[in-house]
């Protein structure tokens, strides 16, 4: 188990109570704060119900689930959360102003060498640590849902970010089991978030376009390249089948596939209708109770047998 450093989750929606997962299990004692009461009693129970799942799967012991559990404290008051911690990681609702004020909160209350960092989804990092005198402790820390169990976290710097704040968080996360890498340079959507939207303009101009219907886009990656993509990522693939190869596809295909700089006309006409998917149970497909519950379920499932088929690696 990694030395124990205190730690400060600022947000306790989807992201922020599995983020406090992580280090908890791992040993360190989180402090985590909401503005919503019930978002805090609920992230414990979450938490509570998410290790123990993960147990009854071979993942975890479930001996380590109250201890865990036990530390973590909640509050609604930023200082309390954040004046004692070592690490302060932000992930409040997706927008630039709340969270450039809760940097400045955390910069003005944080001790000098605490890191702080940003699980947003896409923003610049610059730009959320505009308002915070000492910019360079801030990174972004950018984790996948769900956070206890997709490994992964894109660490990202800011113009003004040092190379110790960088280091330290890559460290920090190495340290309680997470994949952490490092992007180069701020841009927005970082690299995951970029090829994922890339993926998805496609997707939904083939449908736009008459070319197949949504559930054969997806049936087209479940049952075609997706099968390779957890093994073979697009660069070692381009140099498996060779640069000349590519070349030449590229030279025919890049001119046809989607360009357009803003969301898709169908997009806007679904949201404006109101068909926004599982929340309405109909967006580019029908979606019945039962079968969200199965979509639901079948990737839960498929994430916990991949990490516990790693931790028995
Ligand atoms: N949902 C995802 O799949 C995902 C994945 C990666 C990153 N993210 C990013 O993580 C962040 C949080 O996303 P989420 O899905 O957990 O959202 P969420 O809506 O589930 O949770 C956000 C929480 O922030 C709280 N909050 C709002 N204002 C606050 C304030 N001033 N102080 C303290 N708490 C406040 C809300 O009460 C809520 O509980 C966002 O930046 C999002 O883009 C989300």
């Known amino acids: 188990m990694a030395d ?22 791992h040993g360190h004692p ?57 690490f302060a990681i932000e992930a409040v609702s997706e927008q630039l102003e709340l969270k450039q004020g809760i940097f400045q909160a955390l910069d003005a209350v944080c001790r000098s060498d605490t890191v702080l960092a940003t699980n947003t989804s896409v923003i610049s990092i610059t730009e959320i640590a505009e308002k915070a005198r000492n910019k360079e402790r801030i990174v972004g820390t950018h984790f996948w849902n769900p956070p206890y169990l997709i490994p992964l976290v894109e660490v990202i710097p800011g ?23 490092r992007v180069k340079k701020d841009v927005p959507g970082f690299v ?12 939904i101009s083939i449908v736009e376009n008459d070319i197949a219907d949504a559930a054969t886009v997806d049936e ?41 700089s803003k969301p898709s006309p169908l997009l ?11 929340k309405t149970e109909v967006g580019f497909q029908e979606w019945s109770p039962e079968r969200i519950e199965e979509s639901r379920e079948g990737l839960l ?13």
């Open 30 to 86: 989180v402090s985590l704060l909401d503005v919503n009461a019930d978002a805090l009693a609920k992230a414990r129970e979450s938490i509570r119900a998410n290790l123990t799942l993960m147990a009854r799967r071979g993942i975890g012991d479930a001996a380590d689930i109250e201890p865990a559990v036990g530390r973590i404290s909640v509050t609604q008051d930023l200082e309390e959360a954040a004046s004692g911690a070592e």
């Open 4 to 25: 124990s450093k205190r730690i400060a989750v600022i947000g306790a929606g989807l992201m922020g109570h599995g983020i406090a997962q992580v280090f908890a299990i």
């Open 301 to 313: 499932h498929q994430l916990l047998r991949s990490v516990a088929h790693r931790s028995e690696e």
């Open 192 to 203: 995951g978030n970029r090829l994922q939207h890339a993926l998805w303009r496609e997707a």
């Open 159 to 181: 113009k003004r970010s040092s190379q110790q704040a960088m280091d330290s968080a890559f460290e920090l996360l190495k340290s309680v089991g997470k994949h952490p890498v």
């Open 268 to 278: 806007q006409r679904k949201v404006e209708a109101r068909e926004l998917g599982f």
């Open 220 to 260: 087209v990656i479940k049952m075609g390249f997706g099968l390779r993509l957890p093994f073979l990522g697009p660069m070692e693939n381009a140099d498996m089948v060779g640069l000349d190869l590519t070349l030449q596809i590229h030279d025919y295909i890049l001119r046809h596939l989607e360009r357009s």
